[in-house]
């Protein structure tokens, strides 16, 4: 599991263990002199998560958008039958509570009352039924999920119009 960002960094591992059903989270530090100058000032700083399909990213960033501090909580997928993609919705939630504060351990105490403001983004076609309650009723399942190819093709050979808005799929 590896992030790959556009300027150089140090990682180093918060918690390591040789049991891959334990999670393992990677900080990374920013070498960008800029970074320290701002972790240090009181500027304003925003958290971005990203919740892809091998993890959970939160990165801290300034106004410019220099990266101040990133931190990973991989997730897992699972294939349980051929075609299929599954994850634990409940996983994605774990995840965050992990990386989160990871992000935030490099800065000082005083810059947490910093943060202005919080976005999220998501990997796109997961679906996850819930209940009335918002608890999950199954595994997720994730965009690579081609369980329902039958009835995507059966869909998309009716060749109706509003399928020009999605690809013809």
């Not at 140090?10 to 049991?19: D, E, L």
């Not at 599954?86 to 504060?101: I, K, S």
């Not at 976005?119 to 309650?133: E, P």
């Not at 999950?136 to 808005?165: C, F, G, H, Q």
Request: glycine share 8%.
């Amino acid at each position: 599991f590896v992030s790959v960002f556009s300027v150089p960094y140090v990682f180093s591992v918060v918690n390591k263990s040789p049991n891959p059903a334990k999670t393992i989270i990677l900080t990374l530090t920013p070498r960008n002199p800029m970074a320290g100058r701002c972790i240090m000032s009181g500027e304003p700083l925003f958290i971005g998560a990203d919740f892809g399909t091998q993890g959970v990213r939160v990165g801290i960033v300034d106004p410019r958008g220099t990266l101040v501090a990133v931190a990973d909580s991989p997730l897992v997928t699972n294939f349980p039958v051929p075609g299929w993609g599954e994850q634990d919705a409940n996983g994605w939630w774990r995840a965050f509570c992990l990386a989160l504060p990871a992000a935030l351990e490099p800065l000082p105490k005083n810059r947490h009352s910093s943060i202005r403001a919080i976005t999220v983004c998501t990997t796109s076609t997961t679906s996850v039924a819930i209940d009335a309650d918002g608890v999950p009723l199954s595994p997720a399942m994730v965009w690579m999920d081609a369980r329902s190819a039958p009835e995507a093709d059966a869909i998309a050979a009716t060749k109706r119009p509003e399928l020009d808005y999605c690809g013809r799929e």
